[in-house]
Structure formats: structure tokens, C-alpha cells
């Protein structure tokens, strides 16, 4: 989607209302110490910040399952209250709830003691409550570690007074990561200012739950680690609540470390390399289609074409991690496809020989050519082909072209294709009308309008 459309905003807002139902309409904030940011994710993930395994059984046949599967959070609530779900009513197990100074009696019968945290343990180890009593079994019991369980109950103690950070009665605090120079500047300053004044005209309406959407903003470094670094201050001193339409371009795993690690929302980065493999990020929820995806469609709209059965396909990239990772996603989609195997031509980041590429491209003169160089690689090559009369079709990103592909021979005319991360159609005409009305309002650059 792009950011014209007025979709993407009410997505990008309706993620941020989503995580503030998550959070339990805090009205402050209390933040969590190492120990009890560990117990957290047991009680919330399933899995262990140290890494140990933890397992849950189910039932009479005690059926073995990983713990991320039966994390407590998904029937006791991120609040620990408890979610009904059918004819199954989880048990309050906020501290408050477990140590009542008198005995409970359930609607089954089944009477015990207050809690202990003894008395909690075998609870989550054994399924027993205080005065031995089986519990249901739809309770899992667990497996995990000294450590882990010592975490998990410490955290517990903390339940239902756990509030996330960057809200109060009043406000909703987010974040945004600029560059603060380089040829992003002026982008992101566009960025900055659109996303400012919807915000504005959010608030006027009422904001979100009666609080007001605050912009925080921090800028990016010229290294990942600079990055990082900043990141992780801005976060400790403005404790935000999400971070959105950061610009995270370069700094892709940390960003996926960071938001880990804190347990922030990011929500729209900007990249164009999503962190999407395996195992899949809780706190990133990206907008835009990355480079990989976009090779994909590329694959996908050559395939429609009829004489794209019977055509010979050909990769050419320079050599590194992500363009191996691109052509691999190019040939396995040309498979699914049912299209040729693409054949790959590589060369040294930087060092593209036009002669020998033209040479080592003819023996097979392929129709087709998926070519992931630079804007400036890219003219060269077109220049070169037109000397020689030879005019495959291209496939392209958006990414890699620059003003020269306009000054490209005749002969490549209705023969280059270009991918984007979203879509013309994507852009409403409501969605145009509200952006300009917005733009004029607030002044809004003219340019990147992207």
C-alpha cells in the first residue's frame, strides 16, 4: 500500500489500537526489571530467553507439546484475569487473585487454600492446587527449568500490574527513526511531516481511546550499530509504545533484535529487505513488499506472458548474500511457474565487465533477463546491448533505476518491466482526494509524494 492511500494509515492505526487493547488500557507506566522482563516472555511466548526448552503436557495422555503452543498468556490474558472461551473459564492468577486470605471454592466444588509460591509451582509443574486437588485438564502442566520457573513465578507477582510503556490517561507515545542526512534526508522529512499531520488531524477527531497520538523522533546513524545504539537510548529515555515508518533500511536484523528484546511494535518500516524467514517476528508488521517479493511478482508476470513456456531466462547480479538469497526466490518461483530454469550469470560486486557479460549472455541469448545491478550498471548494459542490436526483455526493481533508463535505446521500447512495493491500483481516489486535502492543510513537501 502506499502512504497516499488512506488505508495504510487506518491499518497502521488499527495495529497500534490493537496493541494498546493488548496492553490492558494502562493508565501508567511501571517498567519491568531484567528478571521480570524474563518471566514475561515465558508467560506471554512459551519459550525461554535463555534458550532451554520448555514443554507442556496436555490431558490424560500427558500429549507432549512445545510450550510456544500453550503459552499461560493465551487463556489466562495478557492481564492474567482470564479469557472464557466455549465452556472453559482459565482461573484469575494474578497474585491478588491466587493469595485471597480465605479458602476459594470453584463452581465445581473444588475448594483450596490461598496460593503459595510453592503451592503455584506445583500447580504449573503437577496440575495440583493447593489442597492437592486435581486441576482440570485443560491445564497444561509444564517443563521448564530452575531458573525458568523462578522467573515465571517472580513475573506473576507483577500480573495485572503490568503496563507497557509510552501510554497514560492522556497520550499514546510513537516513535519514528529518520535519517538525518544522506540522500534519505529529503524522504524521510517527508515521512516526518505526513505522518505528523495525520496524527494531528487523529487527535482532533478524538485521538484513540480518548488519548492523543504523540510523535517521538530519533535519527538513524550512519552505521547499524550507530543505529542501534541511538534506538536503544530513545527508547530508554522517551518510552515510546510502538515505533512506526522507521527507516531501517541497512539495519534489518538489529531492528528485528531490538524489538525482540524490548517486546516494541514496530509497525511499517521502512526497507526493502522484511525480515520475513523463519521463525517469524512477533513485534514487526511490515506494509511494503520487499525486494524479494518483488523479484517474485516480477517471475509471476512473466509466466502470463505465452510465450513465456518456451523462452530461455537468465539471472544477472553481482555476488552477495542477498542477490544469491534473489536468485534463489527467482528460480524457485520460474519453477512453481512452470517456466525454464533461469540461468545465472554472477559477477564481483562493483566490477561488471560489459564485454564479458554481453559475450557470456549471448552464447544463449536468453528473452528474458532478470538483472539485479546497480541504476548505473543497468544503463551501461542497455547502452551496450543497442551498440550490438540486441534488446531481451528486462526485468527490474524500481530500486535500481535512475533518469538514464529514459535515455535507453529504441529497441528496448514495451521490452523493460519494473516492480514496485505496491501497486497503482492501491492508490483510491478517496484515498488521493484525503491525501491532498491533508498536503494542502499542512503544507506538505511537493516532492517524494511515495
Request: hydrophobic share 35%; aromatic share 8%.
Amino acid at each position: 500500500m502506499r502512504i497516499t492511500d488512506k488505508k495504510q494509515w487506518r491499518a497502521l492505526l488499527s495495529l497500534v489500537a490493537l496493541c494498546f487493547v493488548g496492553c490492558g488500557f494502562a493508565v501508567g507506566q511501571s517498567l519491568l526489571t531484567a528478571r521480570e522482563s524474563r518471566g514475561k516472555q515465558i508467560y506471554v511466548q512459551g519459550t525461554s530467553p535463555t534458550g532451554k526448552e520448555i514443554l507442556a503436557y496436555i490431558g490424560d495422555s500427558a500429549l507432549e507439546v512445545p510450550g510456544s503452543s500453550m503459552a499461560c498468556g493465551n487463556c489466562h490474558g495478557l492481564d492474567g484475569r482470564g479469557k472464557p472461551e466455549g465452556s472453559v473459564e482459565p482461573s484469575n492468577v494474578t497474585w491478588e487473585g491466587l493469595t485471597k486470605p480465605y479458602d476459594v471454592v470453584r463452581p465445581n466444588g473444588r475448594k483450596h487454600p490461598a496460593y503459595t509460591e510453592r503451592a503455584l509451582e506445583l500447580a504449573i509443574t503437577r496440575g495440583l492446587d493447593p489442597a492437592g486437588n486435581k486441576l482440570p485438564n485443560v491445564m497444561p502442566r509444564y517443563q521448564m527449568s530452575r531458573e525458568d520457573m523462578d522467573d515465571l513465578v517472580y513475573y506473576m507477582k507483577r500480573l495485572g500490574k503490568d503496563f507497557d510503556p509510552g501510554i497514560d490517561e492522556k497520550n499514546i507515545v510513537i516513535g519514528i527513526v529518520l535519517p538525518a542526512k544522506g540522500a534519505l534526508t529529503e524522504m524521510g522529512e517527508a515521512v516526518r511531516a505526513v505522518t505528523a499531520a495525520y496524527f494531528e488531524e487523529i487527535n482532533k477527531q478524538g485521538g484513540i481511546y480518548n488519548r492523543r497520538l504523540e510523535l517521538k523522533i530519533v535519527e538513524s546513524g550512519d552505521t547499524p550499530a550507530v543505529t542501534q545504539a541511538n534506538v536503544e537510548r530513545f527508547l530508554k529515555d522517551e518510552q515510546v509504545f510502538a515505533l512506526t515508518g522507521a527507516f531501517i533500511a541497512g539495519s534489518e536484523k538489529e531492528f528485528v533484535v531490538l524489538t525482540d528484546q524490548k517486546s516494541i511494535p514496530l509497525i511499517g518500516p521502512m526497507t526493502l529487505y522484511p525480515q520475513t524467514g523463519f521463525p517469524l517476528h512477533r513485534q514487526i508488521f511490515y506494509l511494503f513488499s520487499g525486494i524479494n517479493e518483488q523479484a517474485r511478482a516480477l517471475v509471476n508476470f512473466l509466466a502470463r506472458k505465452p510465450e513465456a513456456k518456451t523462452s530461455s531466462i537468465a539471472v544477472l547480479y553481482p555476488r552477495s548474500e542477498i542477490n544469491e538469497k534473489l536468485n534463489s526466490a527467482i528460480t524457485e518461483q520460474a519453477k512453481k511457474n512452470g517456466l525454464g530454469n533461469p540461468e545465472p550469470y554472477s559477477y564481483e560486486n562493483g566490477t561488471l565487465d560489459l564485454a564479458d557479460a554481453m559475450k557470456r549472455l549471448r552464447q544463449k541469448s536468453p528473452e528474458a533477463i532478470f538483472f539485479l545491478g546497480s541504476a548505473e550498471e543497468v544503463a551501461k548494459f542497455m547502452k551496450e546491448a543497442g551498440k550490438l542490436e540486441w534488446f531481451p526483455s528486462l526485468y527490474l526493481n524500481s530500486s535500481q533505476i535512475g533518469k538514464d533508463i529514459f535515455d535507453a535505446p529504441p529497441g528496448f521500447s514495451n521490452k523493460v518491466f519494473l516492480s514496485f512495493p505496491a501497486s497503482p491500483a492501491d492508490q483510491t481516489a478517496e484515498g488521493t482526494k484525503e491525501f491532498r486535502a491533508l498536503a494542502e492543510k499542512y503544507q506538505l513537501p511537493a516532492t517524494r509524494l511515495a
